[in-house]
Nanobody, 122 residues
């Protein structure tokens, strides 16, 4: 079971960016996927979650209305569309799956991808 997050980069405030999370093995067809982020010196925090079917999503208040998660079952890929980016969105972003625990907690997941860095700066 592997997850791979990618698509990060350096953008300006107000820009948009789309992150992708590819999954291999049975992960994609078995679990919902969560996105988390971690800024330097801070704990990893919940960003959002999409259910296995892709029909249900859940977002942190800090990104609600700006970020959107979707799934492409044909590609076994989950996306994090980030709009109206702010400097405070700067962090390494991670996708996670499995565990079956509380979706807003890092302890609710077993499988993690490596982080992809997003930097929002003018």
């Amino acid at each position: 079971v592997q997850l791979q997050a990618y698509g990060g980069g350096l953008v300006q405030p107000g820009d948009s960016l789309r992150l992708s999370c590819d999954t291999s093995g049975p992960t994609f067809s078995t679990y919902g996927v969560g996105w988390f982020r971690q800024a330097p010196g801070k704990e990893r925090e919940f960003v959002g979650f999409v259910s296995l079917s892709g029909t249900s999503t859940n977002y942190a208040d800090s990104v609600k209305g700006r970020f959107a998660i979707s799934r492409d079952h044909a590609k076994s890929t989950t996306y994090l569309q980030m709009n109206s980016l702010k400097p405070e969105d700067t962090a390494a972003y991670y996708c996670a799956a499995g565990g079956g625990g509380w979706v807003r907690s890092t302890s609710g997941y077993v499988y993690w991808g490596q982080g992809t860095q997003v930097t929002v700066s003018s």
